[in-house]
């Protein structure tokens, strides 16, 4: 469950790296990543896509507060990526932020608008009904939002030593973050047989 969470978190990654960040000396290997990890995923729903992921876990699974979680990540996001665009698009704009790094759209919207963020959303739901794929879909978006969010922090990091700008009290809410999923994750996973 941990390693189809973090190869998802790959095609998200690299996904970005390479349509969207200028072509570097790396850019074959963000290839090979990105591929390697769309093919694991396919063969691991190959392999294990029949499998009752529900009797994995005991009774005793938290359903309803993890899906909760995950449709307040899910919204949440929605939000912060809606206060960018909508105004834009209500405008008949360009959002600042494209124009400033030469972007023609946000690689990261597209991404979690179209996919990402109605998969959690799918998560939760499926996990609160407590279908078989809800249980590996669920742990799978944690991992995903754990990782994605220490990425975010890194960033936030690197950008604070060459910007100079001060992004502690964002670091702070996306550490809180991590810490609860890292829990809710953690919750789940005791409860495996």
């Known amino acids: 469950m941990i390693w189809i969470g973090v190869m ?17 000396f790396l ?3 963000y290839c ?7 093919y694991s995923v396919l063969y691991f729903f190959k392999q294990y896509g029949n499998i009752d992921f529900k009797r994995w876990f005991t ?16 919204a949440l996001f929605a939000l912060l990526w809606l206060s960018d665009s909508l105004p834009a698009v ?9 124009v400033k790094d030469g972007l023609l759209t946000n690689p990261v919207h597209v991404l979690d608008f179209s996919f990402y963020l109605p998969l959690m959303v799918l ?3 499926m996990l609160m009904k407590k279908q078989s ?9 944690l991992v995903f939002a754990i990782m994605t969010v220490i990425n975010i922090i890194s960033l936030m990091a690197v950008s604070m030593m060459y910007l100079a700008s ?10 809180i973050l991590v810490l609860v999923c890292l829990g809710f994750l953690w919750r789940m996973l005791i409860r495996l047989r």
């Open 8 to 24: 998802i978190t790959n095609i998200y990654s690299f996904v970005i790296y390479t349509f969207a960040v200028h072509f570097n």
């Open 27 to 29: 850019f074959h290997v």
């Open 32 to 38: 090979a990543i990105l591929g390697l990890s769309i």
């Open 59 to 74: 009774d005793k699974v938290a359903v309803k507060s993890v899906g909760i979680l995950l449709i307040v990540i899910a």
């Open 90 to 98: 209500l405008r008949n704009t360009v959002p600042e932020n494209l």
């Open 123 to 125: 998560s939760a739901i």
């Open 133 to 141: 794929l809800g249980y590996l879909l669920a742990p799978m978006m």
């Open 166 to 175: 001060n992004t502690w009290p964002m670091i702070g809410v996306f550490s």
